[in-house]
């Protein structure tokens, strides 16, 4: 079952990329990857902006 919903949201994925330019994809990838980190240290901060 857990292959069967992999395969399916593999398929929506590309379905919803397949005509973005790679140029543009990669830009918004990086954007994320930003974004992950930027989260990750907020939740690494104790109010004081100094990471614990």
Known sequence: MK????DIALDCTNQII??????DLNVFV????KMA???SAS??????????
């Open 30 to 33: 990086n954007v994320l990857n």
């Open 43 to 52: 939740d690494n901060n104790c109010g004081d902006g100094k990471a614990l």
């Open 37 to 39: 980190e930027n989260m």
């Open 3 to 6: 292959g069967n919903i992999t």
């Open 18 to 23: 397949k005509d973005i330019p790679e140029e």
